[in-house]
């Protein structure tokens, strides 16, 4: 057997075994890492999301908010600037791509805060912008929820468009620098304590952690599958070579004679 396993063929077969089961295990690393981040970022939604709102200027400097305090729950009190309202281009909603609404909020601390007021639907064309409902005016409670700068995609686009929720950008855009999180709108309240339109509410974050923890596992265990097939396929030929000890035949049965029998 021993003779088998170390010819060229089967040495040939092993190495591609051990291949095999070195990429099962940094496949297997990936799949996990791509777990933790999300039963990570679950853990902040569970976290933050239905906790007491805190005063945005007791969350937030302007410096990027560290990745620990996303979704955290914020109130501000103040006025938005809807002139300066900016529109991201291809956000999906329920399977339709859009626009998201940022407008920037005056809190009465003084900073100012990205605000994204919710998702709208493309108009008929790429070259017309879709109709708006309008920021309300006047002083306005906000309660929403902290979210960390995109990166940039790198696209130029015209005024009053983002390519992505890069707050690098859109202070350049606004022309004055914002708190280093923007804030996904939940309630808008007006002194009266109505409600005013806005546009659709985007859909709660997804706390579902996939199938990676699954996929992790199904990759080591698979690292032994090359290995397994090597043994079987090296000790079959084995068995069927001429190197493989004879199997002693069972012995036949005598046959008798009638004439034996008659003898006996």
């Known amino acids: 057997?021993?003779?088998v396993l170390t010819s060229r063929r089967w040495l040939g077969a092993f190495g591609v075994a051990l291949a095999f089961a070195v990429a099962a295990y940094f496949l297997g690393q990936w799949q996990w890492h791509r777990y933790e981040a999300k039963a990570a970022r679950a853990d902040r939604i569970h976290a933050h999301y239905d906790?007491?709102?805190?005063?945005?200027a007791d969350v937030l400097t302007t410096t990027a908010m560290p990745l620990s305090e996303e979704w955290t729950r914020v109130t501000m009190q103040g006025r938005y600037a809807a002139d300066e309202t900016l529109l991201v281009r291809n956000?999906?909603?329920d399977g339709t791509y859009g626009y998201e609404v940022l407008v920037p909020f005056l809190d009465s601390s003084g900073a100012t805060v990205l605000v994204d007021r919710g998702w709208v639907?493309?108009?008929?064309?790429?070259?017309?912008?879709p109709a708006l409902v309008p920021s309300p005016a006047g002083t306005v409670t906000v309660t929403g929820w902290l979210?960390?700068?995109?990166?940039?995609l790198g696209k130029s686009l015209p005024a009053g468009q983002l390519a992505s929720i890069n707050l690098g950008e859109a202070s350049r855009q606004v022309g004055s620098p914002l708190l280093g999180a923007y804030v996904v709108l939940g309630v808008e309240r007006?002194?009266?304590g109505?409600?005013?339109d806005r546009p659709t509410a985007l859909e709660?974050?997804?706390t579902d952690l996939g199938p990676h923890q699954a996929y992790a596992f199904q990759w080591w265990f698979g690292m032994v599958a090359g290995f397994v097939l090597v043994w079987l396929g090296a000790r079959r030929e084995y068995l069927e070579s001429d190197a493989a000890p004879e199997r002693a035949e069972p012995a036949r049965p005598k046959k008798v004679r009638i004439w034996d029998e008659e003898d006996a």
Do not use: H, I
């Not at 906790?51 to 945005?56: E, F, G, S, T």
């Not at 979210?147 to 940039?152: A, G, K, W």
């Open 1 to 3: 057997m021993v003779k």
């Open 51 to 56: 906790a007491k709102p805190r005063p945005v």
């Open 91 to 93: 956000r999906p909603f």
């Open 121 to 129: 639907m493309n108009a008929k064309n790429a070259e017309t912008l």
């Open 147 to 152: 979210r960390r700068s995109e990166p940039s």
């Open 190 to 192: 007006l002194p009266d």
């Open 194 to 196: 109505t409600a005013p």
């Open 204 to 206: 709660p974050p997804d």
